[in-house]
């Protein structure tokens, strides 16, 4: 049964490009939340979603970030224009139901996003 | 809203006990999560305590006092691959985990 798929594992983007991380959650789950973590800081929570539902995205900034999760496929985060205070570890992760405090997420490996 | 506390780093011996603490403020309190993250890899769940008291899984064990809005995990028998983050989390209101700092702890012969 594998676990949460993140790709790609590293990503590399020049200022003013567009990054598109994808996840696929855990067989059975379909709750996704993303996170983003930076250099010696804690996980901060970014965007929940469903499939085709956007439930919570209070922690996503509301400029150039955007995050969906289509019927079919992956999970996407997009970021447009990014800029070199985007750099950081995107984790992805999935539950089988919507309280992520009552059953444990999963997380995948994350995204490494570095910004030239 | 929920403030979650942990020290950044912490340094013990292999073979030997550690503890790491966690101290929270929350309202709509519904259990508390320890994560452990070795560097570069996921977070993976260690153990989730929603009741008062300690709660044992081999070596490692979780503690938690609601009224105090404290827990610990505790280490035994310390092996070097043992040294990774542990991270302390608890609902951030709605479905949201909200995590700690983490605490960098490293394991030395």
């Known amino acids: 049964n594998a676990g949460v798929m993140q790709n790609p594992r590293h990503l590399v983007r020049r200022r003013g490009q567009e990054a598109r991380l994808r996840c696929s959650p855990m067989?059975?789950?379909?709750?996704v939340y993303w996170y983003r973590q930076l250099p010696e800081e804690g996980l901060k929570f970014m965007v929940y979603?469903?499939?085709?539902?956007?439930?919570?995205e209070s922690g996503m900034p509301k400029e150039r970030f955007s995050a969906e999760f289509p019927k079919e496929g992956p999970s996407i985060l997009r970021i447009q224009q990014v800029v070199r205070g985007d750099s950081a570890a995107y984790f992805c992760a999935s539950s089988p139901g919507g309280d992520s405090y009552n059953s444990p997420l999963h997380f995948g490996n994350g995204t490494r996003l570095t910004v030239t | 809203g929920q403030n979650i506390d942990q020290p950044t780093e912490m340094t013990a011996t292999e073979g030997a006990i550690v503890q790491i603490n966690c101290t929270y403020q929350t309202s709509g309190f519904n259990g508390l999560f320890w994560y452990q993250q070795h560097a570069g890899e996921a977070p993976t769940f260690l153990s989730y305590?929603?009741?008062?008291g300690l709660e044992e899984k081999g070596r490692f064990s979780s503690f938690l006092s609601r009224s105090k809005g404290y827990s610990y995990l505790l280490l035994k028998e310390l092996q070097m691959k043992d040294s990774a983050s542990y991270l302390c989390?608890?609902?951030?209101?709605?479905?949201?985990?909200?995590f700690g700092t983490g605490t960098q702890l490293k394991v030395e012969l």
């Open positions: 067989k059975g789950h379909s709750h």
């Open positions: 979603l469903q499939k085709e539902n956007i439930i919570d």
């Open positions: 989390a608890g609902p951030g209101g709605g479905n949201k985990l909200t």
């Open positions: 305590n929603v009741l008062d």
